[in-house]
């Protein structure tokens, strides 16, 4: 989080800020659950495309809970003095897209697949500042993104083991009975962990926007972006079939994933330092694996689940790294004090 002059002495309220990350998360995680409930009865062809105008409204709603955050928070002022760039507005255009191809994601495959490529955005983002702003790449770190890059592999089926050998090839034309159009949903989120990366690359730049400031502009560009994506793929036929009961699932969008779990983000962005902020995060994969598995009955392959692991071992060993060094390194300091 940012510091400004108006919340340089707040003191975090740790236990505030986890429980707000942990039902985040949980919001998070019901995305893909809550899509399948608002497009229940709809023609396939039309779940393919639904996904942008979903992302739509939460994103707008997102944008409408961070405004009146604004306002309760008195910064509109600090808004309107806060000069937009363009970091800003392709953080809020990758993310939005993100989003749409995450929820079309979760229509057409697996939803433990969506969420475990979704979950590859760190990999991309890792390789972007490595190319753009030059960051170093430690070895530990690059084995951690070797990992997430061969979980990538097995979640997508590009690397699967069938028949007693393994097999190597991207096949878009992949289907089952229960996912006709696997090979594209598995497709489409990898193309929403790409997004994904390209959004926490982008909110590398101007550290010094607000947090709540940047909230508006964040979901207001994203919900243009995911507009004009709806222009482009057309979903109004299946937005035009929504009966009563897929309304009431697409308005529990906007408001559980979308109002909720964005507003309990802020606040545990308030209170968390971001090494533990990052880590709850990640309740978010089994938030909406068990859901997939409870809810919607699906079936977990030996490979998926081990991509899977991968993609999320990865991501959060050099997490867990960090916080354990920064506590020996406090820990060797006290002792230096003493």
Request: a positive charge.
């Amino acid at each position: 989080m940012s510091t400004t002059p108006a919340t340089s002495d707040y003191i975090m309220n740790k236990k505030l800020g986890a429980i707000a990350m942990l039902l985040s998360a949980t919001g998070m995680g019901l995305v893909g659950t809550i899509s399948r409930g608002a497009t229940m009865g709809l023609d396939q062809a039309d779940k393919q495309v639904i996904g942008s105008f979903l992302a739509f409204g939460r994103m707008t709603t997102g944008m409408i809970g961070f405004i009146i955050i604004m306002m309760a928070t008195k910064k509109l002022g600090l808004f309107k003095s806060t000069r937009l760039s363009v970091s800003v507005i392709l953080g809020g255009i990758c993310i939005g897209l993100s989003l749409g191809f995450y929820i079309s994601s979760t229509l057409m495959t697996s939803i433990a697949n969506a969420v475990f490529l979704i979950y590859t955005g760190p990999l991309f983002c890792t390789l972007l500042a490595r190319i753009f702003r030059k960051e170093l790449i430690k070895p530990l770190s690059g084995f951690f993104l070797f990992l997430v890059f061969v979980g990538m592999l097995l979640t997508m089926g590009i690397i699967d083991w069938v028949d007693g050998s393994f097999h190597f090839g991207l096949d878009l034309s992949t289907s089952s009975p229960e996912f006709p159009n696997k090979g594209t949903g598995d497709l489409f989120g990898l193309l929403s962990g790409v997004f994904y990366g390209l959004a926490m690359f982008f909110y590398g730049y101007r550290k010094d926007v607000d947090s709540v400031v940047r909230g508006v502009w964040n979901f207001f560009w994203a919900a243009v972006a995911t507009l004009v994506m709806s222009f482009i793929l057309k979903p109004w036929h299946g937005v035009a079939s929504f009966t009563g009961t897929n309304w009431a699932w697409a308005i529990a969008l906007f408001l559980v994933c979308g109002l909720f779990a964005l507003g309990f983000l802020v606040v545990a962005g308030r209170n968390l330092p971001a090494v533990e902020y990052s880590t709850i995060a990640y309740w978010e994969c089994p938030v909406a694996i068990v859901c997939g598995l409870l809810v919607w009955h699906e079936n977990l392959t030996i490979v998926g689940v081990i991509g899977g692991l991968l993609i999320v071992g990865g991501g959060l060993a050099p997490i867990i790294l960090d916080t354990a060094n920064a506590a020996n390194n406090s820990r060797k300091k006290r002792l230096v004090v003493q």
